[in-house]
């Protein structure tokens, strides 16, 4: 079966267990999984029941697909998503993105864990990302042209959507929240980044590193799908303090600022 029949057929399992179609998707980073538990009228799929679609393997991520209303507005929540560093090619990575699509969704916000370079930002800090870079050197838009996922060039300099960053800004606001806004680059994981790989990206201007997000907001622009992409800064990255990095503090820290973070979500889907 060719990629996009695959996607067809997930999007056609899941619209067929649906009343409603989602105008919002939302992908969850590390230690958010909670915010899908606020949905009303609540539709759980686990990932393992969705034709063609990966499983996610690590701490921390369920692997449902959540259907349900936050503030009235229709969303569908990717409660866990896929990495490079688990081994699964891109276009797998960026399935569920491509699923959510199909059904319809026109807005995405996308979350994530990640260090923080710059001097501005501090562990606990949201950053809501500005623009990325791309350091994997891969992108789930190369390989046979698909023009029913979009064409195979298209526009990047919008990739985070200028109105969707105010209002994220609004809803910073309005929780009492400091509004942070930077550059994501994007890192293939799963080993941290050395000191040195550190000084290069933020020479190259990155201001917080991660191992996600880049291949889906790529996918998601390619399908014309307006994005939203948030970072929370669970550790400076590699050589700013003198300390190694670990995996339990960035999960502590995500679970320290799980509340505000959700609290912040809500309120931008309520905006959106
Ligand atoms: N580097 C890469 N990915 C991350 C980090 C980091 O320091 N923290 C959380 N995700």
């Given at each position: 079966m060719s990629y996009f029949a695959e996607l067809k057929k997930s999007a056609e399992y899941v619209r067929s267990l649906l009343k409603e179609q989602p105008e919002i998707g939302v992908v969850l980073g590390s230690g958010l999984g909670d915010f899908a538990e606020l949905l009303e009228e609540r539709l759980a799929i686990p990932y393992a029941e969705i034709p063609g679609f990966p499983v996610s393997t690590v701490k921390g991520h369920k692997g449902n697909l959540v259907f349900g209303k936050v503030y009235g507005k229709k969303v569908?929540?990717?409660?866990?998503?896929?990495?490079?560093?688990?081994?699964?090619?891109?276009?797998?990575?960026?399935?569920?993105?491509?699923?959510?699509?199909l059904l319809g969704v026109k807005v995405m916000v996308i979350t994530n864990a990640a260090g923080g370079i710059s001097e501005n930002l501090r562990p606990g800090d949201l950053m809501v990302i500005k623009d990325h870079?791309?350091?994997?050197?891969?992108?789930?838009?190369?390989?046979?042209?698909?023009?029913?996922?979009?064409?195979?060039?298209?526009?990047?300099?919008?990739?985070?959507?200028?109105?969707?960053?105010?209002?994220?800004?609004?809803?910073?606001?309005?929780?009492?929240?400091?509004?942070?806004?930077?550059?994501?680059?994007?890192?293939?994981?799963?080993?941290?980044?050395?000191?040195?790989?550190?000084?290069?990206?933020?020479?190259?201007?990155?201001?917080?590193?991660?191992?996600?997000?880049?291949?889906?907001?790529?996918?998601?622009?390619?399908?014309?799908?307006?994005?939203?992409g948030i970072s929370c800064i669970t550790n400076m990255a590699a050589g700013i303090l003198e300390k190694p990095l670990s995996h339990a503090e960035v999960l502590d820290v995500s679970e320290r600022v799980k509340g505000k973070f959700v609290e912040v979500l809500g309120r931008i889907i309520s905006e959106i």
């Amino acid at each position: 079966m060719s990629y996009f029949a695959e996607l067809k057929k997930s999007a056609e399992y899941v619209r067929s267990l649906l009343k409603e179609q989602p105008e919002i998707g939302v992908v969850l980073g590390s230690g958010l999984g909670d915010f899908a538990e606020l949905l009303e009228e609540r539709l759980a799929i686990p990932y393992a029941e969705i034709p063609g679609f990966p499983v996610s393997t690590v701490k921390g991520h369920k692997g449902n697909l959540v259907f349900g209303k936050v503030y009235g507005k229709k969303v569908a929540v990717m409660q866990g998503r896929f990495h490079l560093y688990e081994g699964y090619p891109v276009e797998r990575v960026v399935f569920g993105v491509r699923t959510l699509g199909l059904l319809g969704v026109k807005v995405m916000v996308i979350t994530n864990a990640a260090g923080g370079i710059s001097e501005n930002l501090r562990p606990g800090d949201l950053m809501v990302i500005k623009d990325h870079i791309n350091m994997a050197g891969e992108n789930p838009a190369a390989g046979e042209e698909t023009p029913e996922l979009g064409p195979r060039f298209f526009d990047m300099t919008y990739a985070y959507d200028g109105e969707l960053r105010e209002r994220a800004q609004r809803a910073f606001e309005e929780a009492g929240l400091e509004y942070k806004e930077g550059v994501y680059a994007f890192m293939r994981g799963p080993s941290y980044e050395t000191p040195a790989e550190i000084r290069m990206l933020k020479t190259i201007g990155a201001d917080a590193v991660g191992m996600s997000t880049v291949p889906e907001v790529i996918a998601a622009r390619q399908m014309g799908i307006r994005v939203l992409g948030i970072s929370c800064i669970t550790n400076m990255a590699a050589g700013i303090l003198e300390k190694p990095l670990s995996h339990a503090e960035v999960l502590d820290v995500s679970e320290r600022v799980k509340g505000k973070f959700v609290e912040v979500l809500g309120r931008i889907i309520s905006e959106i």
